[in-house]
Structures are given as structure tokens and as C-alpha cells.
């Protein structure tokens, strides 16, 4: 079973910034893609930002240019680095990864959510 953990949510004034981790744990074999997604009050779940194993990147259009996501591979830690913060990008932001654990089984991984909130 792997384990998600994600920390470096918490209150910002819009126009700040906040840098958020994830770390993957347990029986991890590889890790495919990693990725950040966001929940804002009453809405549905929505993708920020992906990165691949190799390193190749996905950003929601509303994100781009101030977010950037990158991962290091040898401590199974994703980041994400949120930039010109503004109220609308207030939500629960979640950590997900995929891949193989122990005996080559597939998994696709959710951390327990971390709060981000942007006051105007």
C-alpha cells in the first residue's frame, strides 16, 4: 500500500506565495505520474498540475505561469510551487500518484487533502 502525505497549505494574502510537498511511502516499486489537483467550496475536484516520471509537465490553463510543479524522483516528493496567489485559487488541494508497488500491482494514490485559502 502506498501512502500519500501532503504539508505547506495555510492562509496567504493573494499575491503571495505558498509552496506545497507530497511524499510518497510504503511499498513503492515505480512512480509513474504525480500530480496536484484542487477542490474549491461546492465544486468538483479539478486538476493543477502533473508531472511524469521523465519529467514531463501539465498545467491547468488557469495555473500556468505561476504555478510550477516539479518531483524528485529519489525522495518520491512532489512539490508544487503556487506563485501570484489570487482568492479564486482557494480549495483543498490533493496529492495523487500512480504506479507499480511490491510484485509489480498497480496503484493510484490520494493524500488526505491540504488546505490552501487566499484572502483578497
Known amino acids: 500500500q502506498v501512502q500519500l502525505v501532503e504539508s505547506g497549505g495555510g492562509l496567504v494574502q493573494a499575491g503571495g506565495s505558498l509552496r506545497l510537498s507530497c511524499a510518497a511511502s510504503?511499498?513503492?516499486?515505480?512512480?509513474?505520474?504525480m500530480g496536484w489537483y484542487r477542490q474549491a467550496p461546492g465544486k468538483q475536484r479539478d486538476m493543477v498540475a502533473r508531472?511524469?516520471?521523465?519529467?514531463?509537465?501539465n498545467y491547468a490553463d488557469s495555473v500556468k505561469g505561476r504555478f510550477t510543479i516539479s518531483r524528485d524522483n529519489t525522495k518520491n516528493t512532489v512539490y508544487l510551487q503556487m506563485n501570484s496567489l489570487k482568492p479564486e485559487d482557494t480549495g483543498v488541494y490533493s496529492c495523487?500518484?500512480?504506479?507499480?508497488?511490491?510484485?509489480?500491482?498497480?496503484?493510484?494514490?490520494w493524500g488526505q487533502g491540504t488546505q490552501v485559502t487566499v484572502s483578497s
Open positions: 495523487n500518484a500512480n504506479g507499480y508497488s511490491d510484485f509489480a500491482r498497480p496503484f493510484n494514490s
Open positions: 508531472i511524469t516520471s521523465g519529467g514531463s509537465l
Open positions: 510504503g511499498s513503492i516499486r515505480s512512480i509513474n505520474v
